[in-house]
T-cell receptor, first 110, second 113 residues
């Protein structure tokens, strides 16, 4: 069966520090992968999606970037975090038009 | 282009009462429609999915949703609310190809004893 791993669960970072969140999927090949951000009371915002290795599409201009170095690995990064980067970050993968989400990372930028 | 509107950021019901969470969509192609549930500090979990096979879709935990094309709606219902149903519910619309679903802003379901 397919599983998705996302870590860390919680992260507190100072403004201006770098960020790296990792997501890996097991039990499938060539999945569509997604990074969403969820800010309080604002629903889900799609940040990036990828349909294959090295293929990244950005939905929103921002301080973040994404990479897909391997088929089942999706990384969200920032060189310098802003206060506005705080939120709940969710990785997901898709099969048959359905999304399966990781457990999320709560990022607090102070 | 596609969009989703969820009416009501919060819905409050008593335990045992009917649950109705509203969702209206806009899509330029025949849509795929979804409801997801999110419990505190967790990722989203798929409740049910509509893909044109049947207008009434049954999901997990006793929830169901009815696709009404004329009203562009896909409301989520459950006959009798349980305390464990308290969560955030998201409606989403998608289409084929490079699948990029659009989510509504979510509705928080509060269940009172």
């Amino acid at each position: 069966s397919q599983t998705i791993h996302q870590w860390p669960a919680t992260l507190v970072q100072p403004v201006g520090s770098p960020l790296s969140l990792e997501c890996t999927v097991e039990g499938t090949s060539n999945p569509n992968l997604y990074w969403y951000r969820q800010a309080a009371g604002r629903g889900l915002q799609l940040l990036f999606y990828s349909v294959g290795i090295g293929q990244i599409s950005s939905e929103v201009p921002q301080n973040l970037s994404a990479s897909r170095p391997q088929d089942r690995q999706f990384i969200l990064s920032s060189k310098k975090l802003l206060l506005s980067d705080s939120g709940f970050y969710l990785c997901a993968w898709a099969v048959e038009e359905k999304l399966f989400f990781g457990s999320g990372t709560q990022l607090s930028v102070l | 282009a596609q969009s989703v509107t969820q009416l009501g950021s919060h819905v409050s019901v008593s335990e045992g009462a009917l649950v109705l969470l509203r969702c209206n969509y806009s899509s330029s192609v025949p849509p795929y429609l979804f409801w997801y549930v999110q419990y505190p500090n967790q990722g989203l979990q798929l409740l049910l999915k509509y893909t044109s096979a049947a207008t009434l879709v049954k999901g997990i935990n006793g929830f169901e949703a009815e696709f009404k094309k004329s009203e562009t709606s896909f409301h989520l219902t459950k006959p009798s609310a349980h305390m464990s149903d308290a969560a955030e519910y998201f409606c989403a619309v998608g289409s084929g190809g490079s699948y990029i679903p659009t989510f509504g802003r979510g509705t928080s379901l509060i269940v009172h004893p």
